[in-house]
């Protein structure tokens, strides 16, 4: 495996691992509301970050790259705004 596949499959694994913590915490009933709906936007964030990593290849045109560099660009931002950016492959 090539050490870009490498890095692809640990970032899955750990994007993953997040995406198992904040489920449970969006529905752990001992904690407060604001903190399980702060669980279930992280959970939007994570999928979405899931969603470009399952698009990655070892072999991306500059293009490709560039136009995943603006939806990671795009998902970031609207971390920051409160909102949640749907990603899909290219």
Same mark, same amino acid.
């Given at each position: 495996?090539?050490?870009?596949?490498?890095? +692809?499959?640990?970032?899955?694994?750990?994007? =993953?691992?997040?995406?198992? *913590?904040? @489920?449970?915490? /969006?529905?752990?009933?001992? #904690?407060?509301?604001?903190?399980?709906?702060?669980?279930?936007?992280?959970?939007?964030?994570?999928?979405?970050?899931?969603? +470009?990593?399952?698009?990655?290849?070892?072999? =991306?045109?500059?293009?490709? *790259?560039? @136009?995943?560099? /603006?939806?990671?660009?795009? #998902?970031?931002?609207?971390?920051?705004?409160?909102?949640?950016?749907?990603?899909?492959?290219?």
């Amino acid at each position: 495996m090539h050490i870009f596949e490498r890095h +692809i499959t640990s970032l899955r694994s750990q994007a =993953l691992a997040v995406l198992a *913590a904040n @489920q449970a915490r /969006a529905a752990d009933q001992s #904690l407060g509301p604001s903190d399980r709906n702060a669980a279930a936007f992280n959970i939007d964030e994570v999928q979405a970050m899931l969603a +470009i990593l399952d698009c990655m290849k070892p072999n =991306l045109r500059p293009k490709e *790259a560039r @136009q995943i560099a /603006a939806r990671i660009r795009a #998902l970031l931002e609207g971390a920051q705004r409160g909102q949640v950016v749907r990603i899909g492959c290219l």
